[in-house]
């Protein structure tokens, strides 16, 4: 995502709401599904930015062939302006989206809680809430449900919200506003890029694209409190951006994939601490590439054993073996999209499948995986406008 300008946000106190454990009603007419149907919801652009031609109407569920890996399309939510983000609850009954907008369209950006519909899987909304920053960029829950995670690109702001008993969302319980800068000219001020949980959920990381940061919080979910623990952040170098991040199923391993550099830093892990300790930098690119890339997604396959990254530009999915000893890559190579500018992908339930957002040519591609040695093989692809986060159940 191109930099957007830098907004002052003035904050307010908001009423802490409780975030604590709470229990979920199945619908009694809840029609049952095979094992091996699965939905795949994606996030659009609308509207058209600075950085994007946005061309969708909202928010697409697809369903999804496990055989075949091919896609359907099931239902759409229009209405929101930008859902660029958005995920299922951990129960697939709800929603979580945020509305990735600027100063033109309002006072703030907003997110929104929706629920599904068991038998049709249509969207009705529930609510929303103001994000406390401009261009709201990811969206992320824990699996008990309780509390909702949301960073916006513009103005450094990271909120928390109680997730209520009927899946909607309360007022924000925590707004943190993060500060820094870089070397880069995308990074002129704090940019948050996603907030991802440790694996026991006890703490909250930040990759900061425009500090060089990973934040790193303690939870209370009773409170709805996100707390800087002892080492606050993981620095990452000079201009190098970092987007997303994802734990290795061990607990032992971390890797960050950097925007603005196209390397992916390696970390090991400390659990006891939320500390992430450095131990490899490595490129996304071929050595003999020239041209223009922007890093955007990171994924690990569900056994471990491999690791993928998108590279816009250079529009493909980079591929590395993992050591699960010392957490080391070792690259394996490089799968051309078949799309321009692939922002968001997923590895579907089961490890079988990888699918691709290709964000500017309006593309959803899939690959099947060699479970062998993690490369990618060409299957199939579905037209979906302006694509841009994948996220299944």
């Not at 709401?17 to 939905?39: M, Q």
């Not at 943190?176 to 880069?184: C, P, T």
């Amino acid at each position: 995502m191109k930099n957007q300008p830098y907004c002052c946000i003035a904050f307010f106190a908001f009423a802490v709401v409780s975030c604590a454990d709470k229990s979920r009603e199945t619908a009694a007419d809840k029609a049952p599904e095979s094992a091996e149907t699965h939905y795949v919801l994606v996030g659009t652009y609308t509207k058209k930015e600075g950085h994007v031609d946005g061309k969708a109407k909202g928010i697409s569920i697809l369903k999804m062939d496990a055989a075949t890996g091919n896609l359907t399309p099931h239902t759409l939510k229009e209405g929101i302006i930008n859902p660029s983000f958005a995920t299922f609850s951990p129960d697939g009954n709800f929603v979580y989206a945020v509305s990735e907008t600027g100063e033109d369209v309002g006072p703030s950006g907003t997110v929104h809680a929706f629920s599904v519909n068991p038998k049709t899987q249509e969207l009705t909304k529930l609510n929303e809430q103001i994000s406390h920053g401009f261009a709201p960029c990811h969206i992320n829950t824990d699996q008990q449900a309780r509390c909702a995670f949301v960073a916006n690109y513009v103005g450094g702001v990271v909120a928390v919200y109680p997730i209520q008993k009927d899946g909607s969302l309360a007022p924000a319980s925590d707004v943190i506003k993060l500060e820094g800068k870089g070397a880069h000219p995308e990074q002129e001020a704090s940019h948050p890029h996603s907030v991802i949980l440790s694996p026991d959920e006890r703490f909250a990381f930040v990759p900061d694209k425009g500090a060089d940061k990973i934040w790193v919080f303690e939870i209370d979910y009773a409170l709805g409190k996100l707390t800087p623990v002892a080492q606050p952040f993981a620095a990452v170098h000079a201009g190098a951006g970092p987007r997303h991040l994802v734990f290795h199923p061990n607990g032992n391993f971390a890797y960050v994939i950097n925007e603005l550099d196209a390397t992916i830093t390696g970390f090991r892990y400390d659990a006891a601490k939320g500390i992430l300790s450095e131990t490899q930098s490595i490129a996304t690119l071929p050595s003999d590439y020239q041209g223009f890339n922007a890093c955007a997604d990171i994924h690990l396959s569900p056994d471990g054993r491999f690791l993928y990254g998108s590279n816009r530009g250079h529009n493909s999915i980079v591929i590395y073996s993992v050591n699960e000893t010392n957490g080391q890559l070792q690259l394996v190579g490089h799968e051309p999209t078949r799309g321009d500018f692939p922002r968001n992908f997923m590895i579907a339930p089961g490890g079988n499948w990888l699918y691709v957002a290709n964000q500017n040519s309006g593309n959803l591609v899939h690959f099947k995986i060699d479970q062998t040695n993690g490369k990618l093989s060409h299957a199939g692809e579905t037209l979906t406008p302006t694509p841009v986060c994948l996220k299944a159940k």
